[in-house]
C-alpha cells in the first residue's frame, strides 16, 4: 500500500493532481476539506489501521510537516512516495488569482518563503518532480542531488 504526500505551493495543481491521478485508488487527505488537525491525524489513523491508501493533499513546504505523515506511514509498512507539485511563483499567483477558492497572498508567499525540497532522506521511498506540459502534466524522478557542474 501506498501513503503519497503531495507538496508545493497554493495554486500549484497538487488537487488537480490528485483527481487525475488518484482518485479512484487512494484516499484524499486534506487540511482544506478536513480542517483541523485532530480530525486529519483520525483519518490518518484509519488509513494507516485499515492500509488504506491515500494521498495527503497539503502544501507540506517542510521536513517537519512532512514527517507528521512520513513517519508513521512507514511505522506502518506503506511505500511512502513524494511528488513536488512544482511551478514558479507567478504562474501560482496568476492561477490562484483566476480560481474560486482565492488564497490570500500573504499565504502563498509565506508557503514559498518556508517551501523545502523533499530528499530521501526524509524516508521517502520514491520522490517525483511534477511540473505541468502543455500538454498535461510531466512527472520526472525528483533530482535531489547538487548539480554536478
Ligand atoms: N496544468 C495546469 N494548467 C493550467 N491550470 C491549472 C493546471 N493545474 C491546475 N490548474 C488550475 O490552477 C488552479 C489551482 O489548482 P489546484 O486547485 O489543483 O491547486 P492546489 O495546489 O490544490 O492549491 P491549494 O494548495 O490552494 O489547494 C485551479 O483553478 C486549476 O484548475
Ligand atoms: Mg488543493
Known sequence: MEA????????SGKTTLYRERFLETHVRISMDLLRTRAREAAFLRVCLETKMPFVVDNTNPTVAERARYV????????????YFVDVDF?????????????????????V?????????????????????????????PLLTTPPLF
Open 112 to 140: 514559498a518563503k518556508r517551501l523545502v525540497t523533499p530528499t530521501p532522506q526524509e524516508g521517502f521511498d520514491a520522490l517525483w518532480h511534477a511540473t505541468a506540459g502543455s500538454d498535461g502534466w510531466r512527472i520526472e
Open 71 to 82: 513517519a508513521p506511514a512507514r511505522e506502518a509498512g506503506f511505500t511512502v512516495v513524494g
Open 90 to 110: 507567478a504562474t501560482a499567483r496568476a492561477r490562484n488569482a483566476t480560481r474560486e477558492r482565492v488564497v490570500p497572498m500573504a499565504g502563498l508567499g509565506d
Open 4 to 11: 503519497v504526500i503531495l507538496c508545493g505551493l497554493q495554486a
